[in-house]
Nanobody
Framework: QVQLVESGGGSVQPGGSRKLSCAASGTNFALYEMRWYRQAPGKERELVAIITTTGFTTYGDSVLGRVIISRDSAKNMVYLQMNSLKSEDTAVYYC???????????WGQGTQVTVSS
């Protein structure tokens, strides 16, 4: 069983930056594609970024150029560096581990990011 724990959420002013972290345990981290999703109140869950097992990255259109996803396999960690934050980035951010062989996803509990002046 995979356990994912997000951290780093909080309040930030528009234009500011925030770095989210996700700690993975209970699995061979290197085998999982790691993703960040977010969900704002009243909206559907949205894909923010993906990093594959080989380090290839993909970003959602709404965050392209403003966020960077990275992973540290030695530490079983995945990160989301968010810059130039906007009010519309306010959401609960979720870490996701995706096993492409079984197509099973594992989710963290989420961390709230609030962008407000």
């Amino acid at each position: 069983q995979v356990q994912l724990v997000e951290s780093g959420g909080g309040s930030v002013q528009p234009g500011g930056s925030r770095k989210l972290s996700c700690a993975a345990s209970g699995t061979n981290f290197a085998l999982y594609e790691m993703r960040w999703y977010r969900q704002a109140p009243g909206k559907e869950r949205e894909l923010v970024a993906i990093i594959t097992t080989t380090g290839f990255t993909t970003y959602g259109d709404s965050v392209l150029g403003r966020v960077i996803i990275s992973r540290d396999s030695a530490k079983n960690m995945v990160y989301l560096q968010m810059n130039s934050l906007k009010s519309e980035d306010t959401a609960v951010y979720y870490c996701n581990a995706f096993d492409s062989s079984t197509r099973i996803s594992h989710w963290g509990q989420g961390t709230q990011v609030t962008v407000s002046s």
